[in-house]
């Protein structure tokens, strides 16, 4: 029930926010932070959709139908509704002047100067992108949360790059009004004060998990963050992207190895980022340190494409994402590779010494030693057969 406690606090910072009054005032908008009530309903149904798995386990599908649903209820406030016109009103001025005057006129498309993409076309991408975000984020920090500390630690140092990039842009007036400045800033702190209350009970060895209740909460206020993001000009989203860049690489990478491994893209396994630091030899602790410190680097690297030009942005954030996937592919995350246990004889001393501990779920793959007889290995009946050349001896059963 951790989930239930970081959405309280979430929720809290919210609710205090309402008492703040703006650091500017603009002619025409409310003089204090105004918190759009469908970001708090979408979290609302996250948090039952979570706790209703946590407790009763629920299709995923149906759990990406709450996602969606909660993804429109922003979507009918207005959350998000053209946030894919800071990327099409560029595209278009491009297409417009690639093609010329004459060519629009063959092609019955607007004249040079007024907008290429009609509204309903700009609203229809936004949407799709509001849904896709929501979905897509929700189920990357849920995939996230694998092992104590991991999904809130990184997830609060996300909180705080988003929260870098929301002072700046409310501080140096990069924002549409006052009333998402101070939108963005209050859910970056409350998001980030709720994890700093939950992690100190949450690192290994926890004494309180998040569930799917936390983790998929998570998400959606990531996502929520990242779609006000998206509302300003490109560069902005791309750097944010970029500080959630290890939820978002360890999700494409597991869903490309599913893929590639011939199995359902929802079926659970153990070949995640944080699982394969551990089966390298690092302990969870030193596990869950190495991806803070990748966390903060990605924070670090999307905090300073905000100080360049946006195309040079794009090609940081295309040159960065693409090497770590190839580096991934290289060093092997891609494809399960199955753990290789050497048979033993079976007269040695102590038989229970030279069984290793193997996780169920585990690809196993047992190779003969050259100097022994051939053995057999039954893990799951917890038994070791032994089984010498028939005309020598008969078959032998060791317990």
């Not at 870098?164 to 990069?174: I, K, S």
């Not at 800033?185 to 209740?213: C, E, K, Q, R, W």
Request: contains cysteine.
């Amino acid at each position: 029930m951790g989930g239930v406690a970081v959405f309280l606090g979430w929720i809290a910072g919210l609710a205090l926010s309402q008492f703040l009054s703006l650091h500017r005032s603009e002619p025409g908008l409310l003089p204090y932070v105004h918190v759009r009530f469908s970001i708090v309903l979408g979290a609302c149904v996250i948090v039952i959709l979570g706790l209703w798995d946590d407790i009763r386990r629920i299709n995923p599908w149906m759990k990406i139908g709450g996602q969606v649903f909660a993804a429109v209820c922003l979507l009918i406030e207005g959350v998000g509704v053209r946030c894919a016109s800071g990327i099409l009103t560029p595209i278009g001025t491009r297409l417009q002047l690639l093609l010329g005057p004459e060519m629009l006129q063959s092609l019955g498309l607007v004249a040079q100067g007024t907008p290429l993409f009609p509204d309903w076309f700009v609203v229809g991408v936004s949407s799709a992108l509001v849904i896709a975000l929501v979905v897509f984020c929700c189920n990357a920090t849920n995939l996230m949360d694998g092992l104590d500390g991991l999904c809130g630690g990184v997830t609060a140092i996300i909180a705080a790059g988003f929260l870098f990039l929301a002072v700046h842009m409310a501080m140096y007036g990069g924002g549409i009004n006052s009333n998402w400045d101070a939108l963005r800033v209050v859910l970056g702190l409350a998001l980030l004060g709720a994890l700093l209350g939950f992690i100190p009970y949450n690192f290994n060895p926890a004494s309180i998990f998040m569930g799917d209740t936390g983790s998929m909460f998570l998400g959606f206020a990531c996502a929520t963050t990242l779609i006000l993001m998206a509302q300003e000009r490109p560069k902005w989203f791309l750097a944010s992207m970029v500080i959630f860049a290890l939820p978002v690489l360890d999700t494409i990478l597991a869903f490309a190895r599913r893929y590639v491994n011939g199995r359902p893209v929802f079926s659970p396994d153990k070949f995640h980022f944080h699982h394969q630091l551990v089966a390298r030899g690092f302990s969870v602790k030193q596990t869950v340190l190495i991806s803070y410190g990748l966390a903060i680097a990605f924070a670090l690297l999307g905090a300073t494409i905000v100080f360049m030009r946006t195309r040079y942005a794009v090609a940081v954030y295309l040159v960065v994402f693409g090497s770590i996937i190839v580096a991934a592919y290289k060093m092997g995350m891609v494809h399960e590779k199955p753990r290789v246990v050497t048979r033993n004889p079976l007269d040695i001393d102590d038989l229970s010494a030279a069984v290793p501990t193997i996780d169920p779920s585990t690809v196993l793959e047992v190779r003969e030693r050259p100097d022994t007889d051939e053995l057999a290995e039954h893990i799951h009946g917890a038994a070791w057969v032994g089984r010498g050349r028939r005309e020598d001896r008969e078959r032998q059963e060791v317990p």
